[in-house]
């Protein structure tokens, strides 16, 4: 259960900068591993874009979560931008509407332990990702 | 009637001596500045506000344009001394007491008149804290935004290692604007050097995401196009295993872990070789005799 967590704005690319430096401070807290704060904070970079470039702004929810014994960092992006049409589509390798490598979506959910997405047209996107320790 | 700013006039050296005590008791940072800076510039300020309220009650208008001025340079020298924007805007509001103090004097038998003054002054000392503030904020941003255009500048030099190789050691984080600077700057070095291998290198780039990971592919294709070979080098373990698993494909680009790899892979390529030098016996006594 979330024991604290934080709201942060995504509304330009100096947040995307903000929102990385966050997942890496709450990523040392938690003591994750060198590799795995990065895969967090990677993730966190390519999601926090998505919610900016696609989203046309959002929020970012960071939190830590427990499981049991096992604890992670939960990292909740929200946007309330055009929607996925067709998620499993979205989440192809190398599927891109941007000119990007298209690997952003795809590549995160590699990146972390769960990755959770829920689109609607027209009302927005919500992409859920947890990191266990 | 009496008009609030009669009483300053009158009681300007009382409210003066009120107000640097009142300063010097919280206010003030002795740490910060001397008692006699701070003695000057309160009577010279308090010394303009009478002036100016006597034509005038409205801080935005010509009247208090001096003491604006003046306040303008308070901020600024106050941000180049370190003190906060609160502790600035204090230095102007700390003011507010000894004049009320003042006004309930001069005004004993008169509530409405006194309310009435209390208002006024302290509403234009209200705004001229505002603008002071308004004043040091303008100032931090403009050193923000000076320091802005010095990193973008700063955080993208192309170096020349050997003849033919270039290096170009990135730092920070690579947004779309500076990337925009770095492609420009190596893609004109190599030019003008006559270069045929660069090194990009990313020890100091703490996060590699596929925005980061496209320019650097667009850069070396680009550098590659005109007939350079690009190397890519510093790439940390964890970075490593963070490009795998995003799918990134790299396998074009020569890596090395580390730049020194990078640099002697260029060197080899060019056909040339790093050899230890045999000590000479009288070079070997030469540097014996300096380090007595």
């Given amino acids: 259960m979330a024991s604290r967590s934080e709201v942060h704005p995504i509304a330009g690319a100096a947040d995307v900068v903000k929102v990385r430096q966050v997942a890496r401070s709450w990523a040392l807290e938690l003591k994750l591993s060198l590799v795995d704060q990065t895969k967090l904070v990677t993730a966190a970079s390519e999601l926090a874009r998505n919610t900016l470039d696609h989203g046309h702004g959002g929020t970012m929810r960071v939190e830590q979560v427990e499981n049991g014994l096992r604890r992670g960092i939960k990292l909740t992006f929200e946007d309330k931008g055009p929607g996925i049409p067709d998620i499993a589509m979205a989440l192809r390798d190398g599927y891109t509407t941007s000119g990007g490598l298209g690997l952003g979506l795809s590549g995160s959910r590699r990146l972390v332990n769960e990755f959770d997405i829920k689109s609607e047209v027209g009302r927005g996107t919500i992409v859920a990702i947890t990191r266990w320790k | ?292």
């Fill in chain 2, 1 to 292: 009637m009496i008009s609030f700013h009669e009483v300053v006039k009158k009681n300007e050296g009382a409210i003066l001596s009120a107000w640097i005590e009142e300063m010097v008791k919280g206010v003030r940072r002795a740490d910060l500045m001397t008692d006699t800076e701070l003695k000057q510039q309160a009577r010279e300020l308090l010394g303009l506000f009478a002036k100016a309220a006597e034509s005038s009650s409205e801080a935005e208008s010509e009247a208090f344009l001096q003491t604006r001025e003046f306040l303008r340079e308070i901020a600024k020298s106050r941000m180049d001394q370190g003190f906060t924007p609160t502790e600035t805007a204090r230095f102007v509001l700390s003011l507010k007491q000894p004049i009320f103090h003042a006004l309930r004097d001069a005004l004993k038998g008169n509530p409405s008149d006194l309310v009435n003054e209390v208002w006024a002054s302290g509403n234009l000392l209200d705004r001229l804290a505002l603008f002071t503030v308004d004043s040091a904020v303008e100032f931090r941003d403009q050193v923000i935004g000076r320091q802005q255009e010095e990193m973008l500048e700063l955080s993208t030099p192309v170096v020349k290692l050997w003849d033919g190789v270039l290096a170009l050691p990135l730092i920070g984080t690579l947004d779309s604007a500076r990337t925009q600077v770095v492609m420009e700057s190596l893609l004109s070095a190599i030019v003008e050097t006559n270069s045929q291998i660069a090194i990009i290198d990313i020890t100091g780039v703490p996060t590699v995401d596929t925005l980061v990971a496209q320019h650097l592919i667009k850069t070396i294709t680009a550098a590659r196009l005109m007939g350079a070979d690009c190397f890519l080098s510093g790439i940390r373990p964890a970075i490593a295993q963070t490009i795998v698993h995003l799918g990134i494909d790299l396998v074009d680009v020569q890596t090395k872990a580390k730049l020194s790899d990078a640099f002697a892979m260029a060197l080899s390529r060019m056909g040339k070789v790093v050899v230890a030098r045999k000590p000479a016996a009288g070079m070997a006594l030469g540097s014996k005799a300096k380090d007595n």
